[in-house]
């Protein structure tokens, strides 16, 4: 293994890892997501209040319809011809004009019930939509800088890709792969490690007699504890 490349690399990704640190970390990146995810919050608080809308207007519809037929059930009653009809019946036909009426008031109150919600609702979304404008127009107030800053980044990204390249280019496949399976089990840039004394550079793991031995002989080996890559220092 060519650890002089490596650790080239390892520099390399070390420096990639900073360069996207900076960017998530800059008031710009942070300032600009924030106003970007309360924007699509207005939006998503918007869309919901139009679809509770809709289902206390289909509502309405409904209360709207029965109301009618109750109406004009109770009219036919009133309408229909009365003559010879024996005073019991007629009662009975008083008593279903009533109970109609009654349920005519019933729904009607029902009904002012959801026009009032629906009332509440759109004042709701007057009020997401006011919310929405002020987080869009300091979106697009942020934009420019955010834009400029993440060309900034890109380009420093462009060049650093670049150096990794022609370093890989220059490199043993099994040194790039073994440094990227590395990289990959740790989750970070930093995994080739010195070995200082009989510990791990890493995790400062001190290592077992047999796997210290194995690593003197091989000038390089695998931390049993956290999996970097030990290599001994001519
Ligand atoms: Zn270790």
Redesign the pocket.
Known sequence: MNIAKVLELQDLYIEAGKIHKEFEESEINKEYTKAKDNRSAAKNAIQEVLRQADEYQVALEALGKQIQALAEEAKEIADSDYEGIDLDELEDEKGEIENCKKEVQAMISKADGTKSALQNLFRRVSQAANEYKKFDAKRNELKPAFESKSLEIKQKFDTVNEKIKALKESMNESDVALYEQTKATVGKPRVV?KLTEM???????ALDPSAYQKIIQDKCGK??????L?YVQE
């Open positions: 490690v510990n791990c550079g890493g995790c400062g793991m931390c049993p504890s956290c999996n970097r030990i």
